[in-house]
């Protein structure tokens, strides 16, 4: 890993004592895109707890930032499905 945090091909990020793979976060900020909500999304057992993902967001302003655009694409798509 580089030492340049601002680029997005690090494989992880760290909470506290927590680390996460960047693909799993890729994968839900993906489906939210689609339109599917956290919830959902991590029903799958592939998917960390909801709870687990709410707590990253408030832990890390960046993925915060990441989640609310995808949270704003999902409902342009959730709209467009429903015409």
């Known amino acids: 890993m580089s030492g340049n945090s601002s680029n997005d091909t690090f494989a ?3 909470l506290g004592r927590k680390f996460y793979p960047r693909v ?7 489906e939210v895109r689609k339109g599917r909500s956290v919830v959902q ?9 909801a709870s687990s993902f709410y707590s990253w967001c ?3 302003s960046i993925l915060q930032a990441e989640y609310q655009a995808a949270q704003k694409d999902g409902i342009a ?3 467009l499905t429903n015409v």
């Open 24 to 30: 799993i976060i890729d994968q839900i900020l993906d």
């Open 41 to 49: 999304i991590c029903e799958n057992p592939q998917f960390p707890a």
């Open 77 to 79: 798509a959730r709209r």
């Open 58 to 60: 408030a832990s890390d």
């Open 12 to 14: 992880r990020r760290t």
